[in-house]
C-alpha cells in the first residue's frame, strides 16, 4: 500500500514533474507474470526514477546498508525502503549472495517484477562495469526474461556523494526481453552463467552508450583509491 502510495501520491508526481522522464520501450515490459529488469547503476536516484515509469510494482534487492544506517537519518531510510517493500542484500561474502539469489527467487516466484543492478553496485565514474553472475543465476532458475534497462543521465543529476540532485531530465530505456530457456539446467555451469551475464551486460550498454570496462566496479574503486592513498598519503606529525 504504502509502495502505491508512494508513486502515485506522494513522490512520483514529483519525480515526474522535476525529472520529465523520457521513456523508451516501456512496451517490452510484460503485462504480468514474472521478469527481470536489469539495468546499470549511476546514481541513488535510479532506485526511485525507473518504479515511476513502470504500470507495474517492482522490487528490488538493495544493498543492507540502506537498512542499517546510523542517526535519524539512517533511521529514515531504512523505515523508507522496508515500507517500499524493497529486500535488504548483504553484499559481503559468498553465502551473502546466495542469500541474496533466494530472496530474488522468492519475488519472481509471486510473478512479480525483480529489479536488479548486475554491477553490484553504483558506477563510481558513470562508466559500465561487469557484471555479476547472480542475475543468470535468477534467471536459469526461475526460467523468467530478462528486460535489459537503461538510465542515461542520472549520473550527471546524482553522482556518487550529491545529496540533492540536479533538476535535470532524464531517460530510462527498455530492451527487447532476453530469453535464456536454452540454458534450462545449466544454473551451476560457470561457463554457461558467464556467458548469460554478458550477454544481459552487452545489451545494457547497446542501449546507454557508456564506455565499458572488463572488471568489477568495487575492484576498480578500490585500487583507484589505494593508488590515490599511496601517491597522497596523509600528512602525519
Known amino acids: ?116 543492478y548486475p554491477e553490484g553496485t553504483r558506477s563510481h565514474d558513470g562508466r559500465l562495469y561487469k557484471g555479476k553472475v547472480g542475475v543468470a543465476v535468477m534467471a536459469l532458475k526461475a526460467g523468467v526474461p530478462v528486460i535489459p534497462c537503461a538510465m542515461v543521465g542520472t549520473f550527471e543529476i546524482q553522482p556518487p556523494g550529491q545529496v540533492v540532485p540536479k533538476i535535470k531530465r532524464v531517460t530510462i530505456r527498455f530492451g527487447e526481453p532476453l530469453d535464456f530457456s536454452r540454458y534450462a539446467g545449466m544454473e551451476n555451469d560457470r561457463t554457461v552463467l558467464r556467458a548469460v551475464t554478458d550477454e544481459i551486460m552487452y545489451r545494457i550498454l547497446a542501449l546507454s552508450g557508456q564506455e565499458y570496462v572488463d572488471d568489477y566496479a568495487a575492484k576498480v574503486k578500490e585500487a583507484e583509491q589505494a593508488e590515490q592513498q599511496r601517491r597522497f598519503p596523509r600528512f602525519r606529525r
Not at 31 to 47: E, K, P, Y
Not at 72 to 81: D, E, P
Not at 97 to 108: F, K, P, S, T
Request: a positive charge.
Open 1 to 116: 500500500m504504502f509502495y502505491y502510495l508512494l508513486k502515485h501520491v506522494l513522490l512520483g508526481p514529483v519525480l515526474r514533474l522535476l525529472f520529465r522522464p523520457r521513456t523508451e520501450g516501456l512496451e517490452h515490459i510484460p503485462q504480468d507474470g514474472a521478469a527481470i529488469v536489469a539495468g546499470n547503476h549511476l546514481s541513488f536516484s535510479d532506485h526511485f526514477l525507473m518504479p515511476v515509469v513502470l504500470k507495474r510494482r517492482i522490487t528490488f534487492l538493495a544493498k543492507q546498508e540502506y537498512f542499517t544506517g546510523p542517526g535519524v537519518k539512517g533511521r529514515l531510510t531504512a523505515a523508507f525502503f522496508r515500507s517500499a517493500g524493497q529486500i535488504p542484500v548483504d553484499r559481503s561474502g559468498k553465502e551473502a549472495g546466495q542469500a541474496a539469489i533466494r530472496e530474488g527467487l522468492g519475488v519472481l516466484a509471486r510473478d512479480e517484477l525483480l529489479g536488479i
